[in-house]
């Protein structure tokens, strides 16, 4: 892959989010997808999670809940991993109709993608929902915490937020919210948050993640 002068210009971080970011809009073309990242800060092209380990297979395949609604909304676990050129990879069955999936690569990235889905009420269209979203970023989150304490304890960690394709969106707080606001923009990304140590400062860096995006959300123009 060819990189042009912007990348090469940015540190290895950057460069890999930056490529991600375009990877990920190729693959969902116009579909809305809320996507979470976490890394090691200092990313470097080496092993940190083995593919064959099942201990963190089995995590993958049935991540913690802190956090546990009705019909297991909030519930991130995305089925078996496989295998693939860059990790573990699992992804819910086409049968459910969704394709919300968890990616965890070799060198400590992990990534949750989670497809949020346009209402077939035209006068609800495309929306956010305080309790039933924000339970899957709380879950995340702890299923971070999980991995990073067994492979990378008290490792500097950055996590990423992004909602693509989101224009139009908007935030519901209660079941017959009114739109107050929607969001004008193509995608609404809240960019990195940094951590000394994950394990220490999980509901903080959690809290920080979602007081944001109610911000987001307030603007009244």
Sequence with gaps: MTIDKKLSNLNPLDRFLSTRKAEILESIGD???MVLSSSPADLRDEIIFNTDDQNLRGIIAKPPQLVQLVEGMGNISCGL?????????ADTPSSFDSGDYIEVYSTGYVEYGQQIKRSKDEKLGLYFTSVHNTAHIVNFMRFIEEIYEIYLPSTPLVVNFAVYNARGMWLATAERDEKKFTWPEQHLELGKYYTENLYEGRELLTKAIGDRLWQEFQSES
């Design 31 to 33: 579909e809305t997808y």
């Design 81 to 89: 991993p496989y295998p693939t050129i860059n990790g573990l990879r």
